[in-house]
């Protein structure tokens, strides 16, 4: 059965720094690695995906890496701002289902 | 349409009654997929639809949940006589397909209390 965890469970920085969230998983057979936000009271908003094969992707002031091999994903927030205040969620996809993390919650503080 | 869409946004409920909740995803998208997220806690699959076929109900907690599919659109979960652990905030997504190239899109959720 897959697990997915992360770590930090909570996250609070001076708005400017860089961070990095961190995401492990226990099934390497996994098909894709995806990264979601999640702001009170919201769904979920995708960030970033990562296919099996591939070790990065960026968007914007974000990148998200993969090691399939070692069961872990980082993802690396440049700049940060307040309003990246948020809960970030790691999700793992194997077959036909989502596997998620129990999150990161970021707080950046002006 | 542009997103994934669900209503109601918020559902209040008394104890014994039934609900349903209603989810409209991507025009195209043929997987959709229902989660619950209980306060404080992670997400957990529930059903999983290709199609207006469901090969994954593996996830849902008890006979008072189902869920359909119609027209390879619209879905709909309902729960039969709902009960207080019931209160959550279900989610649906939706996906253009199955492989490793194809992320999930989830919808805003319906919030459900049972008082």
């Known amino acids: 059965k897959q697990e997915v965890t992360q770590i930090p469970a909570a996250l609070s920085v001076p708005e400017g720094e860089n961070l990095v969230l961190n995401c492990s998983f226990t099934?390497?057979?996994?098909?894709?690695l995806q990264w979601f936000r999640q702001d009170p009271g919201k769904g979920l908003t995708s960030l970033l995906l990562i296919q099996s094969s591939q070790r990065e992707q960026t968007s914007g002031r974000l990148n998200a890496s993969l090691d399939k091999s070692s069961g872990r994903s980082t993802l690396y927030i440049a700049a940060s701002q307040p309003g990246d205040s948020a809960t970030y969620l790691c999700a793992v996809r194997g077959g036909n289902k989502l596997t998620f993390g129990t999150g990161t919650q970021l707080k950046v503080e002006l | 349409g542009a997103g994934v869409s669900q209503s109601p946004s918020n559902k209040v409920t008394e104890k014994g009654k039934d609900v349903e909740l209603r989810c409209d995803p991507i025009s195209g998208h043929t997987a959709l997929y229902w989660y619950r997220q209980r306060l404080g806690q992670g997400l957990e699959f529930l059903i999983y639809?290709?199609?207006?076929?469901?090969?994954?109900k593996s996830g849902l907690p008890s006979d008072r949940f189902s869920a359909e599919r119609t027209g390879e659109s619209v879905s709909t979960l309902t729960i039969q006589r709902t009960q207080q652990e019931d209160s959550a905030v279900y989610l649906c997504a939706s996906s253009l397909g199955t492989g490793a190239y194809y992320g999930y899109t989830f919808g805003s959720g319906t919030r459900l209390t049972v008082v």
């Open positions: 639809f290709q199609g207006n076929s469901a090969p994954d």
């Open positions: 099934d390497s057979a996994i098909y894709n």
